[in-house]
């Protein structure tokens, strides 16, 4: 038990520097725990353990160069990162062919980490951040000094070669962490089960049992475990460094070497809080993965939960500890699907079996043995019996929790189990009713309901406003993108996170791709109720919005921007004015027919390109703000003169690109 309270008090040291009040707090508990359950000196050991952590985070290494020797720690399609004297980097090279542990030479400069993103997107910058990568490192010549023998990418796209496509694409999640954008992932992620089959690594532990099972009939028992254990360190080479396939072998090694060797001088909580230590001191930044956090958290959080459950039946043991650790696992629920999916529980005890079947036979493929019709049988089995299931996902939707929220969510949810296991009703009783008023808070729509709220949408290069008055909706552009489906990836989970079920109406500016391109896969995986694009349905009045279009002359002109309509509305205490892509000759038409046009928040034409908002326009509206939203491109967007004529005007720039999602809100009290 010591070992894991050391453990812990390293780990929240590491995560120290992320959150300083948050973490400090929690640095406090253990500690303070520690103190009066194993007395000063482990305290003071503890404190010091703690503190070498928060040390330990802060230090960064960087080489100011111009030629770098390293190794290939990880290896992908289009990048591949380096461990150059303990600085990690990033590289960029299309189709490379760099495989983990060569070592190589690159000349090159170094910059910071500079990504793009869209909402609700995947945050690349982030990802890379957290695992210890600062910088990219822009080569202009690489010299590989050593190539490792062992080229796993060879092999593995061999072994993939054997199945259909749909087949490929379960097998590349389940066994290698790779997510595509095939039919049967899209099934599989929208049931809530992507994270449950790869990054819990059942089949692996699916896997060990199989083959030790088998051995058993020849050997001893010691060494049937030990032999599949050897056979996955072969599997492990052709996934690193991927901390599912790590974690399961370590842990399984060691709680072999524990039974059989040690035999069984440390307690299961000592082998988890050893182990851990030497995962953070060898590699730190695992502090800040949730593989790692799931990895450590759940064996940690389940054996308590046994102790629970050790009393009643298998059905109701069985039901309990997964009831309970699906309130464990919330939290990051949001915050990878931004809903609870509420029979996620009964779907994943249906397909569990047909899964834990797909690994092992994926398992036994890939060391050789010939049963891919077999596995293509059982993929296309588990696409055809997750279709159905899709009208079981009835989800109630809300944002990531907040790092305060989840802190105050897993205390009062482990005190409650903590004073359930020992039987203190007088504290587990309203512990219980606190973690559920916890969970009810979180997925109320409080704030649709008290705020008036418009939203322009960071979609990339691409146009998206929401406007919500209470739970009314409506979006103005959805956006589009040939890069990726901006509906699914962006709209849809921005909705989901601000707790809205369906859209009243979609009105589309124009046609061009990056205004209406996500129309299509917004009507087909999100409910809308109604689309407007005419000319003649505005003035177009909803609850308390009425939105009026100032072209005029969309119909005049056989130019796609010319045809966009001008849209302004007064809503949330502002006057707001969207431009679309309306050019230059469209404000000229606009200043000629309208003596004035109210605006305070202007959303520039174009994506700021030098076609639109001229000087004597801006002068005409006199906002207060201007909104570029804009997306990396090849475009120049925004322009130079533009942002010149919004300074010279004193206008307040606000661009997606570099804020992300601009919101303005008001509250109905206010």
Same mark, same amino acid.
């Given at each position: 038990m010591v070992l894991l309270l050391f453990f812990l008090a390293f780990w929240l040291g590491l995560s120290f520097r992320y959150d300083l009040l948050i973490f400090a707090f929690l640095i406090a508990g253990i500690l303070t725990f520690i103190y009066f359950r194993h007395g000063r000196k482990v305290f003071l050991?503890?404190? $010091?353990?703690?503190?070498?952590?928060?040390?330990?985070?802060?230090?960064? $290494?960087?080489?100011?160069?111009?030629?770098f020797t390293g190794i290939v720690y990880e290896s992908k399609a289009n990048y591949f990162l380096i461990n150059s004297r303990g600085e990690r980097l990033y590289c960029y090279e299309k189709n490379n062919p760099y495989e983990i542990g060569d070592f190589l030479s690159i000349k090159g400069n170094k910059k910071e980490l500079d990504f793009s993103s869209i909402e609700s997107g995947f945050d690349?910058?982030?990802y890379l951040y957290h695992r210890g990568v600062r910088s990219q490192l822009f080569s202009s010549h690489i010299t590989v000094r050593f190539s490792n023998p062992i080229r796993v990418n060879a092999y593995r796209n061999w072994f993939l070669s054997h199945f259909d496509d749909s087949t490929k694409g379960i097998i590349n999640s389940v066994l290698f962490s790779i997510q595509d954008d095939s039919f049967a992932i899209r099934e599989i992620s929208d049931l809530h089960l992507y994270n449950y089959i790869s990054a819990s690594g059942l089949y692996l532990q699916a896997f060990l049992s199989f083959i030790s099972f088998l051995l058993c009939f020849k050997m001893r028992e010691k060494w049937a475990k030990f032999i599949p254990l050897c056979l996955l360190v072969f599997y492990s080479i052709f996934t690193f460094p991927r901390f599912t396939v790590i974690r399961v072998l370590a842990f399984g090694f060691a709680r072999w070497v524990n039974q059989y060797a040690a035999k069984k001088r440390l307690s299961n909580h000592s082998v988890i809080g050893l182990l851990g230590l030497v995962f953070l001191v060898l590699n730190p930044y695992l502090a800040y993965q949730d593989s790692f956090i799931l990895g450590f958290t759940i064996p940690i959080f389940y054996s308590f939960v046994n102790k629970i459950t050790n009393q009643y039946r298998k059905c109701t043991r069985k039901a309990m500890e997964i009831g309970a650790l699906a309130i464990f696992f919330l939290p990051f629920e949001l915050k990878y699907y931004h809903g609870?999916?509420?029979?996620?529980?009964?779907?994943?005890?249906?397909?569990?079996?047909?899964?834990?079947?797909?690994?092992?036979?994926?398992?036994?493929?890939?060391?050789?043995?010939?049963?891919?019709?077999?596995?293509?049988?059982?993929?296309?089995?588990?696409?055809y019996v997750s279709y159905p299931l899709r009208y079981l996902k009835w989800e109630l939707f809300a944002d990531q929790m907040a790092?305060?929220?989840?802190?105050?969510?897993?205390?009062?949810?482990?005190?409650?189990?903590?004073?359930?296991?020992?039987?203190?009703?007088?504290?587990?009783?309203?512990?219980?009713?606190?973690?559920?008023?916890?969970?009810?808070?979180?997925?109320?729509?409080?704030?649709?309901?008290i705020r008036d709220q418009v939203s322009f949408i960071n979609v990339g290069q691409g146009d998206a406003c929401l406007i919500r008055e209470q739970n009314r909706t409506i979006l103005i552009d959805t956006g589009g993108s040939i890069y990726q489906d901006v509906a699914r990836e962006c709209l849809i989970p921005y909705f989901k996170k601000q707790k809205i079920y369906d859209i009243d109406?979609?009105?589309?500016?124009?046609?061009?791709?990056?205004?209406?391109?996500?129309?299509?896969?917004?009507?087909?995986?999100?409910?809308?109720?109604?689309?407007?694009?005419?000319?003649?349905?505005?003035?177009?009045?909803?609850?308390?919005?009425?939105?009026?279009?100032?072209?005029?002359?969309?119909?005049?002109?056989?130019e796609e921007n010319?045809?966009?309509?001008?849209?302004?509305?007064?809503?949330?205490?502002?006057?707001?004015? $969207?431009?679309?892509d309306a050019p230059k000759s469209i404000e000229k038409n606009i200043m000629a027919e309208f003596s004035n046009i109210p605006c305070d928040i202007l959303k520039i034409g174009h994506h700021g390109s030098d076609t639109s908002t001229s000087y004597s326009f801006i002068e005409?509206?006199?906002?207060?703000?201007?909104?570029?939203?804009?997306?990396?491109?090849?475009?120049?967007?925004?322009?130079?003169?533009?942002?010149?004529?919004?300074?010279?005007?004193?206008?307040?720039?606000?661009?997606?690109?570099?804020?992300?999602?601009?919101n303005y809100f008001n509250y109905i009290f206010m």
């Open positions: 050991i503890g404190t $010091i353990i703690a503190l070498l952590g928060i040390g330990y985070s802060y230090i960064d $290494i960087s080489h100011e160069t111009e030629q690349f910058t982030s609870l999916s509420i029979l996620s529980p009964l779907i994943q005890i249906i397909l569990s079996p047909l899964f834990l079947v797909f690994g092992i036979s994926s398992m036994l493929s890939f060391y050789g043995i010939p049963i891919f019709p077999i596995i293509n049988f059982l993929a296309r089995l588990i696409v790092t305060w929220f989840i802190v105050t969510f897993y205390s009062v949810y482990c005190l409650f189990l903590y004073y359930l296991s020992i039987g203190f009703r007088t504290f587990y009783k309203p512990l219980s009713f606190i973690t559920l008023g916890l969970l009810i808070i979180n997925f109320l729509p409080l704030q649709g309901s109406y979609v009105i589309t500016t124009h046609e061009d791709y990056d205004h209406s391109g996500a129309l299509v896969s917004l009507q087909n995986n999100f409910k809308v109720r109604e689309h407007i694009y005419r000319q003649e349905d505005f003035p177009f009045t909803y609850g308390g919005i009425t939105i009026q279009n100032y072209n005029h002359h969309t119909e005049e002109s056989s010319e045809q966009s309509l001008v849209l302004g509305f007064h809503f949330a205490k502002r006057d707001f004015l $969207i431009m679309g005409y509206l006199r906002p207060e703000t201007a909104i570029i939203s804009v997306g990396r491109n090849s475009y120049g967007h925004p322009s130079d003169k533009v942002l010149t004529i919004l300074n010279k005007a004193g206008v307040k720039i606000r661009r997606t690109d570099k804020e992300g999602t601009i």
